[in-house]
């Protein structure tokens, strides 16, 4: 009667701690990730010890184009950055053509375009998004609309007032 072979896993074992020396190595600028794939990324390597991945394989997201800044689109109709503790003013496009703009900002006249978008991160038709905006310093927020239209005119339109306005969870699909 033949014997009875023994089952070999060639399964990697988790380690526990993630390869922090790898995870360094595969993130040179943590920064230029989304939050949520940098925080993915060790957990995943920590129970995939044998995963081997090349700079293509990463997603790419670009650096945020800060508005204002040289080279970059400026403030239009006295809008100017927010401040502390408001995020800068920018947007930045992932490998799957979306066009994120975050920021806040203040002191411009409402109704009026704050900044334009270059090509490539203009949408296809206009489109409206859900605000806030604070009436003064100490006021209260408001809801308030952002358009973005296909010629890449950012405007802040129907706004509670301009001591702050709100950019933040803007995002659509590029088109030109």
Same mark, same amino acid.
């Given at each position: 009667?033949? $014997?009875? $072979? $023994?089952?070999?896993?060639h399964v990697a074992? *988790?380690?526990g701690a993630p390869p922090i020396a790898l995870v360094e190595r595969v993130l040179k600028d943590p920064t230029l990730f989304p939050i949520e794939f940098t925080s993915w990324l060790p957990r995943f390597l920590s129970q995939n010890v044998n995963l081997q991945m090349t700079v293509a394989q990463l997603p790419r997201v670009e650096q945020t184009k800060l508005v204002g800044n040289v080279g970059q689109? &400026? !403030?239009k109709n006295g809008w100017v950055n927010y401040g502390a503790p408001?995020?800068?003013?920018? !947007?930045?496009?992932?490998?799957f053509g &979306?066009?994120?703009?975050?920021?806040v900002v203040?002191?411009?006249t409402v109704g009026?375009?704050? !900044?334009?978008?270059? *090509?490539?991160? $203009? *949408? &296809?038709a206009t489109c409206a998004f859900p605000g806030l905006a604070k009436t003064s310093s100490g006021g209260n927020?408001?809801?308030a609309s952002v358009l973005v239209q296909a010629s890449g005119d950012v405007i802040a339109d129907v706004a509670g007032g301009n001591a702050s306005f709100s950019l933040a969870g803007i995002t659509f699909r590029q088109f030109q």
């Open positions: 009667m033949p $014997r009875a $072979r $023994r089952a070999v896993s074992k *988790p380690v689109p &400026q !403030f408001g995020d800068l003013c920018g !947007f930045y496009k992932n490998a &979306q066009v994120f703009i975050v920021g203040a002191s411009g009026t375009t704050i !900044f334009t978008l270059p *090509p490539g991160y $203009r *949408p &296809q927020y408001s809801f």
